[in-house]
Nanobody, 125 residues
């Protein structure tokens, strides 16, 4: 059974930083894209950051504005998201995702086949 498990969420003050991590089990995603999406209360889920199989191509949501960095750890079969200069508008549930497709980098959440349960990030003002 494929499983994605997020960790690292929590409560942080505005201007602070958080590091999210997502560990995959049940299969390798070595040649597959992985990424992070988020959903705030009353809003649709949106792309935060995705990374291709080689770590050479990444894509960030417009709101990121250089504050977040996505990376992969192939030995751990995981994807990480470093977030800094967080603001209250970043409060959301952050979901890890992975896709079955190889060698491509989809940007639509509907293309991703595997999802974690999500981790809550709360930024207080």
């Amino acid at each position: 059974q494929v499983r994605l498990e997020e960790s690292g969420g929590g409560v942080v003050q505005a201007g602070g930083s958080l590091n999210l991590s997502c560990a995959a089990s049940g299969r390798s995603f070595r040649f597959n894209p992985m990424g992070w999406f988020r959903q705030a209360p009353g809003k649709e889920r949106e792309l935060v950051a995705v990374i291709d199989y080689s770590s050479e191509e990444t894509h960030y949501g417009d709101f990121v504005k250089g504050r977040f960095t996505i990376s992969r750890d192939y030995a751990k079969n995981s994807v990480d998201l470093q977030m800094r200069n967080l603001g209250p508008e970043d409060t959301a549930i952050y979901f890890c995702a992975a896709d079955s497709i190889v060698f491509k980098l989809p940007l639509s959440q509907s293309d991703y086949d595997y999802w974690g349960q999500g981790t809550q990030v709360t930024v207080s003002s």
